[in-house]
């Protein structure tokens, strides 16, 4: 039998890379590698198989004169700047709704404490 180091039996592994990945229109900085710190570009494609992202501004020449993009590994870039679509901004906005929640959650107010050690005669 023989053994495929790309398949997984797990399918939220597979599931979160893909939901994970750069995405297409995501302007990205690369920061490590050859190509460091000098390129900002978009991303054209994303290559999850062989684990590289192109983008781009980041091409070289190959021996019979045409240019191709180069594969830059996903870890060696930042995002900065999104493309929002409004399925994007609904999930950031409810994110932002339920953190907000969860801040507030388990406080207590100092009016609450103050009310509360007055009734039970507290220090």
Do not use: W
Request: some cysteine; charged content about 30%.
């Amino acid at each position: 039998m023989t053994f495929n180091p790309f398949l997984t039996s797990d399918r939220s592994k597979n599931r979160k890379r893909h939901f994970n990945a750069p995405s297409h229109d995501d302007e990205v900085q690369v920061v490590q590698g050859h190509y460091g710190g000098q390129q900002i570009g978009k991303v054209v494609q994303v290559y999850r198989k062989n684990y590289v992202i192109y983008i781009k501004r980041v091409k070289c020449e190959k021996a019979n004169g045409t240019s191709v993009h180069v594969g830059i590994h996903p870890s060696k870039v930042v995002i900065t700047r999104l493309k929002l679509d409004k399925d994007q901004k609904k999930i950031l906005e409810r994110k932002a709704k339920s953190q907000q929640i969860g801040n507030e959650k388990g406080k207590y107010k100092e009016e609450l404490i103050d009310k509360c050690k007055n009734e039970y005669n507290l220090l």
